[in-house]
């Protein structure tokens, strides 16, 4: 598993090291150890857990880590919001080292566990906020991500409130997009594009992340 999200990310342009993809191997563990009780996801074992849950997250700090250097950031900020189980916001932290990763979930139990995952694993660049999003006006981050959160011409808008000017929102978006339904200039931001892209193990299923980018 070790060389599946090593050589996935190389795949992405995305420097990974074995002792990164170890952390998020460990972190993956304790999911499963949780799993049940919690329950955090619906896979059966550490191998689909890997290729549906952290390579989808590695995809998405590819994109941050392209973008994060085209702008000259050493370091910079991200938030995943509607975190859930931390599958996008961990995989972040561990994979983007200098950056300052927050998580955003509302069920608290999950926020619980987070933070213990964090702790266990020894991710030190992640922040777990118990909140639901737009509870906080003054969130304001580099790039921000969601996944599974709901209809995206429902959730852009309070998105795109917690983007600074100048960042980026990225949107998990299935074979079906759904950019074409929302107007990002009604919340002072405008559509970049798709970027398709297909998991390890997914049988050729295309995927997306739809990019806006905040008005600077």
């Known amino acids: 598993m070790q060389n599946r999200l090593t050589e996935f990310a190389q795949t992405l342009g995305l420097p990974l090291t074995p002792a990164q993809a170890d952390t998020l191997l460990k972190y993956a563990e304790l999911v499963l150890q949780k799993k049940d009780f919690l329950n955090l996801t619906g896979a059966a074992d550490l191998a689909e857990l890997v290729n549906r849950h952290l390579c ?10 392209a973008m994060a250097k085209i702008k000259g950031l050493e370091t910079f900020t991200a938030a995943d919001m509607g975190a859930g189980a931390g ?22 139990k999950r926020c619980a566990f987070m933070n213990w995952a964090a702790l266990n694993a020894n991710i030190k660049n992640a922040k777990i906020k118990n909140a639901r999003l737009g509870q ?13 959160m709901g209809q995206l011409p429902d959730i852009l808008g309070v998105c795109l409130a917690a983007v600074k000017p100048g960042g980026v929102f990225i949107a998990y978006q299935g074979e079906h997009p759904q950019a074409d339904q929302t107007d990002p200039a009604k919340y002072g931001a405008h559509f970049l594009g798709l970027e398709p892209y297909v998991l390890p193990v997914d ?10 980018a905040k008005n600077d």
């Open 56 to 65: 989808d997250g590695l995809v998405c700090a590819a994109k941050i880590y």
């Open 136 to 148: 906080n006006a003054k969130w304001k981050f580099d790039f921000v991500t969601e996944r599974a």
């Open 87 to 108: 599958f996008i916001g961990l995989t972040f932290a561990v994979a983007l080292p200098h950056a300052q990763v927050t998580l955003v979930e509302s069920i608290e």
């Open 203 to 212: 049988d050729g299923k295309k995927r997306h992340l739809a990019l806006f």
